[in-house]
């Protein structure tokens, strides 16, 4: 399979990560940074492969240590991805970086030219059932003054990715130009490209949320679902299959590969009403890799990639996938008769997450 871009060629199973950040980093003047950036995460990544399939054998059982600093339980797994890839990330110039398991952000060298934003171990409560979980990384560019490195809007963002560590590791990864999956190969020790140019399908026949917060859900999201689960016999017409992992990446990861939309919405919940996944390090970049594919995005009401954070670990909702499911959920946020129903104050509040 051969497919260009910025006049390379590109064949899937032959072209090594390495060689295509080498051929990235003379594009623009920030990309040997992002390349540098994105190469020590994914020898990171190899790492923490290999620490999380030695699990106990490791003393990697996943087994919480406490508590980060934005209240979350914290496990073994955590503080340890964080510890590898922050060292790997220690020889670049980065002006500054910003972990989930860290309480502000650390300002790195002030001559840098990029910012790194990275979730060390997304998913890690699933680590002893032994399902998919992942690193998250956002790459911004560095702010004049730094102490505003991750108040930008994610449209800033020069570089998105994850990697999943489940029966294979793939590191799934946006420069700015399209989708790009490259998978483990474990004999040679290094990433190669599996899919190219990934297209999520406009429309879907899978969705995913934790149905079992359905009471506490806002109108609008209970209208969408009931849709679905109405199938063939609402105005979908068609049925859906609903899926749930309880892994952002292994969730984002199925869309890329066959469609669907994911909902982690705000609900009423204390705790949860301004949503619950993070937006400088969860959502940011999977928007732009979403968005990169042919998907979206939004909050329901206002599109990720618009947002700036107040706060580092500032929460957001999050419904990403297939953009005509996507499109109808941001409709039934702003139907009139569900609107006026909805008591959460997230929807008076447009332009809350806005600088």
């Avoid at 990169?292 to 329901?300: I, N, R």
């Avoid at 580092?312 to 999050?318: A, G, I, K, S, W």
Wanted: net charge negative; glycine share 8%.
């Amino acid at each position: 399979m051969r497919r260009r871009r910025r006049g390379w060629t590109q064949m899937t199973g032959q072209l090594r990560l390495d060689d295509h950040l080498q051929r990235y980093s003379e594009t623009a003047p920030h990309a040997l940074a992002v390349a540098g950036a994105v190469d020590a995460i994914a020898a990171a990544a190899i790492e923490i492969a290999d620490l999380i399939a030695s699990g106990d054998l490791a003393d990697a059982s996943g087994l919480t240590t406490g508590r980060n600093s934005d209240g979350d339980l914290q496990r073994d797994l955590d503080v340890q991805a964080d510890a590898i890839l922050r060292r790997c990330l220690s020889r670049l110039p980065i002006a500054a970086l910003a972990s989930e398991e860290m309480r502000e952000a650390q300002i790195v060298d002030r001559q840098g030219r990029i910012c790194i934003a990275i979730d060390p171990l997304d998913g890690s409560s699933n680590i002893d059932i032994n399902m998919t979980v992942g690193t998250i990384f956002s790459i911004l560019p560095a702010p004049d003054d730094l102490s505003l490195a991750f108040h930008q809007r994610g449209s800033a963002q020069l570089a998105a990715g994850f990697v999943t560590y489940g029966p294979q590791t793939s590191l799934v990864l946006t420069l700015g130009d399209g989708v790009d999956i490259f998978t483990l190969d474990r004999k040679s020790g290094c990433f190669r490209l599996a899919r190219s140019v990934v297209q999520i399908p406009e429309a879907c026949e899978e969705f995913a949320i934790n149905a079992s917060n359905r009471r506490h859900w806002d109108p609008p999201v209970r209208a969408f679902v009931d849709e679905c689960l109405a199938g063939v016999d609402g105005p979908a017409n068609h049925d859906f299959n609903m899926r749930w992992i309880g892994s952002l990446v292994a969730e984002a990861y199925r869309i890329l590969t066959r469609g669907g939309v994911f909902l982690y919405p705000s609900d009423a919940r204390p705790g949860y009403g301004d949503g619950r996944l993070r937006l400088t390090y969860e959502a940011h970049p999977m928007a732009m890799i979403i968005e990169q594919a042919g998907g979206s995005a939004t909050t329901g009401r206002e599109r990720i990639l618009e947002l700036s954070a107040q706060s580092l670990h500032q929460r957001v909702p999050l419904i990403m996938g297939s953009s005509n499911e996507v499109r109808r959920v941001e409709e039934l946020h702003c139907d009139p008769l569900l609107v006026a129903s909805v008591s959460a104050p997230l929807f008076a509040r447009r332009g809350f997450f806005r600088l």
